[in-house]
Nanobody, 123 residues
Framework: QVQLQESGPGLVKPSQTLSLTCTVS??????????WSWIRQPPGKGLEWMGA???????YYNPSLKSRASISRDTSKNQFTLQLSSVTPEDTAAYYC???????????????WGQGTQVAVSS
């Protein structure tokens, strides 16, 4: 079974860069037709797909976050990471890493989810 675990700081100051890591077990991030996404949910709001990295290392981003988000991976550690720069309080959310066999951004098609990690952006 594939398991995903998010890790990173629970509090980030405005204007700083948020860095989160997703550690994957039970499956390889290089497995063909696997897509590894970051999704977030601000308090009281819906899920927002942020971006993804696929099995070949190609990246895809939500246009609303393209200028600030960067996704990378370390295949030797079976991890992928999110960096979100210039954060504001509106970036406060629960952040999830997910796995899908589909390329798209539909959160309903994410087969595996991490438990999520809460990140607050506050001064």
């Amino acid at each position: 079974q594939v398991q995903l675990q998010e890790s990173g700081p629970g509090l980030v100051k405005p204007s700083q860069t948020l860095s989160l890591t997703c550690t994957v077990s039970g499956g390889s991030i290089t497995t063909s037709y696997s897509y590894w996404s970051w999704i977030r949910q601000p308090p009281g709001k819906g899920l927002e797909w942020m971006g993804a990295i696929d099995y070949s290392g190609n990246t895809y981003y939500n246009p609303s976050l393209k200028s600030r988000a960067s996704i990378s991976r370390d295949t030797s550690k079976n991890q992928f990471t999110l960096q979100l720069s210039s954060v504001t309080p509106e970036d406060t959310a629960a952040y999830y890493c997910t796995r899908s066999i589909y390329k798209g951004s539909d959160t309903d098609l994410m087969g595996y989810w991490g438990q999520g990690t809460q990140v607050a952006v506050s001064s």
